[in-house]
């Protein structure tokens, strides 16, 4: 059974940071593009960064250079490093899955087909 478990987010100031996590169960992560998307009320889903099988790795203009994706593949988990917060990042997480065959890591949350339950992610001014 495919598994998508969130955590890591709160509520921080300004400038702060935060590290997401996503555990994974049910498939290995290795053979599969990860991402990370987020959703604030009243505004459509977009996505943050993504993460394919090998190391290419794709980002939000609005989150480049301060977020990082990565993954432990030991410990089936995709990380989301979220450093210089700032309001407009509050949002609510979602990591999610492509097992496709061909799966490119897309920015599109269309071609994900697991996601997880999310995780709330507050930044104040």
């Known amino acids: 059974q495919v598994q998508l478990v969130e955590s890591g987010g709160g509520s921080v100031q300004a400038g702060g940071s935060l590290r997401l996590s996503c555990s994974v169960s049910?498939?290995?992560?290795?053979?599969?593009?990860m991402g990370w998307f987020r959703q604030a009320p009243g505004l459509e889903r977009e996505g943050v960064a993504t993460?394919?099988?090998?190391?290419?790795?794709s980002y939000a203009d609005t989150v480049k250079g301060r977020f990082t994706i990565s993954r432990d593949n030991a410990k089936n988990t995709v990380y989301l490093e979220m450093n210089s917060l700032k309001p407009e990042d509050t949002a609510m997480y979602y990591c999610?899955?492509?097992?496709?065959?061909?799966?490119?890591?897309?920015?599109?949350?269309?071609?994900?087909?697991?996601w997880g339950q999310g995780t709330q992610v507050t930044v104040s001014s």
């Open positions: 993460l394919g099988r090998g190391a290419g790795t």
């Open positions: 999610a899955a492509d097992l496709s065959l061909w799966c490119k890591a897309a920015m599109d949350g269309y071609a994900y087909d697991y």
């Open positions: 049910g498939f290995t992560i290795s053979r599969a593009c």
